[in-house]
């Protein structure tokens, strides 16, 4: 098999997986649940006036949401892409599409990732494997997944759990942080480094944001482990044990986005993806300190049906975020930043 054949086969692997297997963290939750809001019961506004809205990269959207990157690179994910983005321009929030390499490698997969037609204002994120500039892959390639989509901004993913476990990963990570920067120097958009889903610590952050990439997702535990959606590909029983040992690998998304916003300057934006399920997640992750929360596989069968199906999944994150700022009197982002979240075990105040 061609490596081309070799990646698409890999993509519808993936999607039939994640829709009909069981592929959640085993032994890990995003940590959302250990906190709560205290609920105030005389809010000072107006639930008609509560403003979600932002602007980020020069793009202004309706609300503090990002469709994650799922898929791209083999036919049935041109159809899903479409969907996504046409939810997301009429909702107004962001989309990333999947890991573009399949079209770099294979032009005619191009369109399998194309969405502007649909989606004209969007914030669209373009994807890359970070590991894949240790693999021949160089500037222009990342400035070829932007053109291709005509993105605002360009994620680099960095899943070095996934490609150890997958029998054809990529496996030489030595001395990629230079070749991020040099992408984060010389491309015209912003670049974004994003795990998969068992988070970013901070001092990784602090270097990612010293080389010149100008936003972070951590992309945290407790939501799908790629490592369990591995072990579902694996014909090779060994192989395959060896990857559902790590169901419960990484850091809560709560966790890694607490210490990761800690840790850098306040102007850099900060995204939380990772097991994210309702507009209350969102919520506390606002609170928490995110820019953006992201949410992937609760939206993938969805985007696989006709009807407006994404567009109620997301509507519905929508009034459980504003349901949320009412309750604890918050009329903004940025007032829902300055309120505090409580411990569930001690009553902690944050």
Not at 27 to 41: I, L, M, P, S, W
Not at 316 to 327: D, N
């Amino acid at each position: 098999m061609s490596d081309v054949a070799q990646t698409e086969s890999r993509k519808l692997d993936h999607i039939d997986i994640v829709l009909n297997r069981d592929v959640n963290a085993k032994g890990v939750t995003t940590g959302f649940d250990r906190y709560f809001f205290e609920h105030e019961a005389l809010p000072d506004l107006d639930f008609a006036a509560i403003e979600t809205e932002l602007t980020l990269f020069g793009k202004r959207l309706k609300a503090p949401l990002l469709i994650s990157s799922m898929t791209g690179g083999a036919d049935p994910a041109r159809a899903i892409n479409l969907r996504l983005a046409e939810a997301a321009e009429v909702l107004g929030v962001a989309m990333g599409v999947g890991s573009q390499r399949a079209a770099i490698e294979a032009g005619h997969l191009d369109a399998t990732y194309q969405v502007r037609r649909v989606a004209p204002s969007l914030l669209l994120f373009a994807n890359l494997g970070a590991v894949q500039f240790n693999y021949g892959l160089g500037v222009g390639d990342a400035q070829r997944a932007v053109d291709m989509i005509e993105a605002d901004a360009l994620f680099l993913h960095l899943n070095p759990l996934q490609e150890v476990v997958q029998a054809e990963g990529d496996r030489d990570w030595g001395g990629l942080l230079r070749k991020i920067e040099q992408v984060a120097r010389a491309l015209p958009v912003p670049v974004v480094a994003k795990e998969v889903g068992n988070g970013i610590g901070p001092a990784t952050a602090r270097r990612l944001v010293d080389a010149g990439v100008q936003a972070i997702d951590v992309a945290g535990a407790g939501g799908t482990s790629w490592s369990e959606v591995e072990a579902h590909r694996q014909p090779d029983p060994f192989r395959r044990r060896v990857a559902h040992t790590f169901a419960a690998w990484g850091t809560p998304t709560a966790l890694a986005l607490r210490q990761v916003r800690a840790s850098l300057p306040r102007g850099v934006p900060v995204f939380a993806s990772g097991g994210i399920r309702d507009g209350l997640d969102v919520a506390k992750a606002v609170a928490l300190g995110a820019t953006l929360v992201g949410s992937a596989a609760p939206l993938l069968g969805p985007a696989t049906g006709e009807g407006d199906e994404v567009l109620d999944k997301f509507r519905a994150y929508i009034e459980e975020l504003r349901i949320a700022m009412f309750c604890v009197g918050a009329g903004s982002l940025a007032q829902l930043r300055q309120t505090p979240l409580r411990r569930v075990d001690n009553w902690e105040v944050l």
